[in-house]
Each structure stands twice: as structure tokens, then as C-alpha cells.
């Protein structure tokens, strides 16, 4: 579980995780509360102690971040809101440990006052993460440039080690669980460049760890309690299943997200989850949960884990019935954008338009795409890609997919008046928005430009450029000479595309100048014999 929540924490990302706006943290944080409130409610009610009740709601109000952000990633939904609302209910559960773990230690101490109990454990475990967290700032990024240097991988990865597990026994030691550093770890560690190279050393283990993981979990049932109890078992669990995603359907929709998201997200998050089993194993060990109890509880838990990827693929299905009752238009998609800011707009989602959005989803940044082809938008909406069908050159469709709240957008449309016409309509939208756009050729470079996008790239030069690059690598040019010689060549001829150098058809003295000549003049829509009349 240690090394899972590193990794689980090596793929977020304090700075990322701004672009997640307040609603969605609220519904994580009403989904803890509302659900603790109402499962320790309904066991105080039957019977159950008041301490062990909070313990018990608290520990099944959680969700399994291993199981639920392996499905995401499985269903390559990671981009999508559904896994937007995920990665924040997760987290926010995964932070509310923290008080959980101090409210059982004050629990713990029968003999002194809670409030002076829970003031002196709550202070020390907030001293502890503020260490962290400024140590991990200040130490992390020379440490590793130090490590780096030796280019010794078997030291890199030993830090790597080294770094998980002493976070881990510093939360351990003030009294709050060593998965919980681990999971801090990865978060400060997202924050460093070696952060790739770390993610490449440990990501082979990952599979193979939430095996291991799931083995251990079922190591600790009971067989005799299941078999004892196995009616009961399942029956609870279903009913942990059922409330849970209850209360998580109703939050999404009181918050504004839309019916097919609420549905899947219910049903993805109703498990119980794997600091559930800290928790109850914590309060057994001090004596105000009973070991039978608490067994009961782990394999309730368990059974609500192994039956999630059937309950998630029941929600699949009701959220596409639900989606479809209605036509997907991007002004549809409102509901579906609200809840993040800083994101990027990909208008055209063909080849290239889907190539940059894999590049965005590698950094786990945002986006939106739009794209008048229906099929390509359905097919894309079926795998949970957030792709919508609309013109990029009207102003309610921008404004529909949140391009007052965008970060840049990049246009990647092949036809160019429909290119230009998008240009323009991003840049009265919003005048100081980065803007990208791809042309077919250079001299339609200068017509993007001046409609309004930044910088234009044109397609043909670029492929120019590389087969260029690749015939001198294949006579023996060396890498740096190439390097050296393609972006003299680019930015000349960018240069001339946009206006900013002038060539005359009587510079034409040597070959490179002849083809310069010839460039310019195709720009300029005409063709310049060697005699200098038009053609």
C-alpha cells in the first residue's frame, strides 16, 4: 500500500490540481461528511457505541484510490470529468485520514480530555506535514541533482527508496500512517523535473504491486467468518454499495454536474477503501472496536472492492442511456466543463488534433476538444474522451466549452478558411489567450497570424525540414550540424513567410538565394522566372 500511494501520488500534483475548481472539492468533502454523518447515525441507532460508530462510518465513507484511478486509467477516462470528480473525491478522502487517524488516537486515550487529546495529536501531525512539505521543497531537487550526476540508475532508484520510506516513518512517528507519507512523497516528487525518471523506474512494479496488494487483502480474511457470515456479508455490502453511490449521485447532481457523470461517478466510488482497513485495525488494536468486528468490516469492505468493476460497468451503461437521451452538441457540454479552469481548447480532432491530446493527457493537463465530424466525436465520446460536436468559429460554442476560463487553445483544422475563421473568432473571444494554430503551407502562416493566432506552424515545412534532416543523417552530416542548419532554414523562412525579411528577385546569385527567391515569390502567389517576369 506504500509504494501503490507513491505512485498514486507521483501521478498527481499539487500545481495541476489547481485547475479543479471549488465545486468539486465541495462535493468531496460533502461525500465524506454526509456519509460518515448517516452510517454512524444508523449504527449509533442500532445499538453501537458512539466511538466505534464514527470509527466504522468514517472508514466505509472512504473509496479504494488504488482500484478506482486503475479503472479510470483503464478506461482512459483520466481526462474526461468523470475523472476530474474521481481524482478529487479520492483525494480529498485521502486527506481527511489525516483527522481520522488523530480522532482515533484521542479516542485512544480513555483517561484525558479529547479536546486536549485531539489539540496536542492534531498540532503534532500538522507539524509533521508542514516539515515535510518544506523540507521535500528545499531538499528533493538538489538531493537528486546530486544522485543524477553519479549516473549510477542503482543509487537514483535506492534515493528513490530512501525518499519514500523516510516520509513514510516521519508520519509514522507523529502518530498518522506510513502510507500517507508515501502518498505526500509522490505529490512533492510530481513537483521536480526528475519526476519522469522517477516514474519510469517504478512504474514496471505498479501492476504487479496492486496484485501483491489485493493478494494481501484477501491473506487477511477470515474464511470461517465469511462462511459463518457469507448472507450477511454480502448483503452489507451491497447496501455500503447502494448508499454510497446514493449520496454521490445526488451531491453531483445538487452541485451541477450532469445525470450520465453523477451516475458513473456513484458507481465507480461506492466501494469501501484500503485505509478503511488502517483505520479499523487501529481502533481494534486499542481496544474500542472488537477483533470479530472488526474482521467483519475488512471482508464487508473487500467484497465491496471485488464487486466494482461490475457495479462500474452497470454505471457505464446507465450513463450512456442517459447521454443519449440527448443530442451531444458542445453547448451541451457546460455542465460538463464547469468544474475546471486553466485548460486547453483543441479545435479539430483528427490526427493531429488527437496526437496533441495525447500529449496533454501524458501531462495530466486538461482539455476540451471540438470537431464537426460526428463519427470521430462518437467514437471518442465512447471511451470517455471529452470531445464534443460543435463549430469552433461561433461564440456560444466557445463560451460553452469555458473559453473565458481556458489556458490557451490550438487550432488544428486542415481546411483554411475554416482554420482562419476559428482564428479569428478565438481571438474576439479572448484577445489575450495564447493561440496555436497549424497551417497547410507557409504563406497561410502569415494569413493565421494575422487573424490573430500567436504563432502559426506550417505543416508542409515541418515534414519539409525533418525528411530534410533525415537524408543529411543518412550521407553522415553530424546531429548538430543537422540541428544547426534546420533552424537557420526555419527561422529564414519564417521569416519570409511573415514579412519581416525582403528578398528581390535580383538576390538570386547562388542556389540557396535562387530558392529563396522562389519561395518568396510563391508566397507572394506568384512565380519568378530566372528573366524576373511574372508567371
Known sequence: MVFLLFIIGLELSLERLTVIRKQAYALGILQVIITSVFISAGLYFAGLALKPAIIIASGLSLSSTALVMQLVDEN??????????????????????????????????????????????????????????????????????????????????????????????????????????????????????????????????????????????????????????????ISLAILLITVKALFIILLCRALGFGSATAIQGGCLLAQGGEFSFILFRLAADNDFLRDDMAQLLTIIVIVSMALTPFVAAIGRSLSQTAEYKRRRKAEDSISEMFDIRDHVIILGFGRVGQTIAKLLSAENIHYVALDMQIGTVAKAKKIGLPVYYGDGSRREVLGAIGIDRASSAIVTLHDPAAAEATVRALRAAAPQMPIIARALDLQRVRMLEEAGANVAVSEMFETSLQLGGALLKSIGIADQEILRIIKLFRDRDYALAQGTIEVSEHDGHTPYNKMLVFQKAEVSGAVVRENGEDG
Open 76 to 233: 482512459n477516462q483520466k481526462a474526461s470529468q468523470l475523472g476530474r470528480i474521481s481524482l478529487t473525491i479520492l483525494l480529498i478522502q485521502d486527506l481527511a485520514v489525516v483527522p481520522l487517524l488523530v480522532l482515533v488516537s484521542a479516542f485512544a486515550h480513555n483517561g484525558t480530555s479529547i479536546s486536549i487529546v485531539l489539540a496536542t495529536v492534531g498540532i503534532k501531525a500538522a507539524l509533521a506535514l508542514i516539515l515535510i512539505f518544506f523540507l521535500g521543497r528545499i531538499l528533493l531537487r538538489p538531493l537528486y541533482r546530486m544522485i543524477a550526476a553519479l549516473a549510477n540508475p542503482e543509487i537514483f532508484t535506492a534515493l528513490t527508496l530512501l525518499v519514500v520510506l523516510g516520509t513514510g516513518w516521519l508520519t509514522y512517528r507523529a502518530g498518522l500512517s506510513l502510507a500517507l507519507g508515501a502518498f505526500i512523497a509522490g505529490l512533492l516528487m510530481a513537483e521536480t523535473e526528475y519526476r519522469h525518471q522517477v516514474e519510469a523506474d517504478v512504474m514496471p512494479y505498479k501492476g504487479l504491486l496492486l496484485g501483491l496488494f489485493f493478494m494481501s487483502v484477501g491473506m487477511a480474511a477470515d474464511l470461517h467468518v465469511v462462511w459463518n457470515n457469507f448472507p450477511l456479508i
